[in-house]
């Protein structure tokens, strides 16, 4: 059973920076599509952004193009959301998941982690 844990949310004011982490219990990144989605009140969950294992260029929402940055370290079994320009709009609970090859759907989700921009 793959586990997900999130850290590194909080609070900060607009135009601020943070760094989400997402350690995974076992060594999947080098064969699972890893994301970031969020879901703030009253919305949807919706998905931030994605890296798989392969070469493809990673996936971003269009509302976070060139302010977040989602990379991962296999060695370290650990997925990373940088999030710089900061807006009150990102105000959402952060999960982070895993889907397998072949899978459709994301079977696999951490607890999330609460990230609050102030205006």
């Known amino acids: 059973q793959v586990q997900l844990e999130e850290s590194g949310g909080g609070l900060v004011q607009t135009g601020g920076s943070l760094r989400l982490s997402c350690a995974a219990s076992a060594r999947i990144l080098s064969m699972y599509t890893m994301a970031w989605f969020r879901q703030a009140p009253g919305n949807e969950r919706e998905l931030v952004a994605a890296?798989?294992?392969?070469?493809?260029?990673?996936y971003y929402a269009d509302s976070v193009k060139g302010r977040f940055t989602i990379t991962t370290d296999n060695t370290k079994n650990t997925v990373w959301l940088q999030m710089n320009s900061l807006k009150p709009e990102d105000t959402a609970i952060y999960y982070c998941?895993?889907?397998?090859?072949?899978?459709?759907?994301?079977?696999?989700w951490g607890r999330g982690t609460q990230v609050t921009v102030s205006s």
């Open positions: 998941a895993a889907k397998s090859r072949g899978s459709s759907t994301y079977p696999h």
């Open positions: 890296k798989t294992w392969t070469e493809r260029p990673s």
